[in-house]
């Protein structure tokens, strides 16, 4: 079948679709072969397909889950944004990431409803050779101190709850208020939740914080900084964990602080 499916697409246009679709077929037939499926187990693939695509909206998006989940988001990242020595690690940004969110001042607090541990945190933009980028446009959204994202709880929790936009001033640095987020496992009332359940795989994320910085010249970096004493920092469920993104949220008496670096490279050329 891949064979005569193979012949069919010398009939289109050289392309990179054809050349996916292509090696998508192949590989497919070969696992169908291979494990030698039964029409009740495609059946049943096709019923999570469609589930899968039943728990997708604006608020959630179920297939980023399963890329994430299955090792492939993170994948692609590595191969198509690869980072050289000393520049910041990129990540996926994951399924809650919301381009809509606020712009805020310097110092401003991201939590709207002010439920949980005080942190502050700060940081700083710069370039692969140091130097500072100021107006880097800095995004940055978190779970709460339970582990839950505004858009999961949009009944509990603000509009945009734990999501802002900065920008850096002219040292490139940033700085913002809000509370320390918690480790969290990924939503298990899905399709993807029970199929992870039904493997057995811990769906645990270590706490952590995202962030998507842009500045003129450079590649977009989207990325996450992890709590380092975290018990789940060794068993993402995503494989977003890099040493170079472990860091110390440090307990003041007034709450946690953390300062994070983010070094962006040049625009590609060509």
């Known amino acids: 079948m891949a064979r005569a499916f193979a ?10 679709l054809r050349e996916s679709v292509g090696s998508a077929v192949e590989t497919l037939h070969g696992l169908v072969a291979g494990l030698g499926l039964t029409p009740a187990e495609l059946r049943a693939s096709v019923a999570f397909l469609t589930d899968v695509g039943h728990h997708a909206d604006d608020r959630r998006q179920e297939w980023v889950l399963l890329a994430d989940v299955l090792g492939v988001s993170s994948l692609v990242e590595d191969l198509s944004a690869p980072r050289p020595a000393g520049a910041t690690p990129n990540t996926v940004a994951g399924p809650f990431y919301r381009a809509d969110a606020p712009d805020l001042p310097a110092g401003a607090t991201i939590s709207r409803d002010g439920k949980g541990e005080p942190l502050a945190v700060s940081g700083r933009v710069a370039a692969l050779g140091g130097g500072p980028l100021a107006g880097a446009v800095v995004e940055v959204w978190q779970a709460n101190g339970e582990g ?13 709850n734990l999501r802002g936009r900065f920008r850096t001033d002219t040292q490139g640095r940033f700085a913002f208020r809000s509370v320390m987020p918690a480790g969290y496992a990924l939503p298990a009332d899905g399709p993807v939740g029970r ?8 769906l645990q994320r270590p706490a952590h914080l995202h962030f998507r910085v842009t500045a003129n010249g450079h590649e977009r970096l989207t990325t996450h900084v992890f709590d380092r004493d975290d018990p789940a ?13 472990k860091v110390e949220f440090r307990c003041t008496t007034a709450g946690r602080t953390v300062d994070v670096d983010f070094v962006l490279c040049p625009l590609r050329q060509g």
């Open 233 to 245: 920092i060794d068993g993402d469920a995503i494989f977003g964990v890099k040493p170079e993104l």
């Open 195 to 202: 199929l992870m359940a039904a493997l057995g795989l811990a």
């Open 7 to 16: 012949a069919r697409l010398e009939h289109a246009a050289p392309s990179r």
């Open 148 to 160: 839950r994202y505004e858009n999961q709880e949009p009944d509990r929790q603000p509009e945009n």
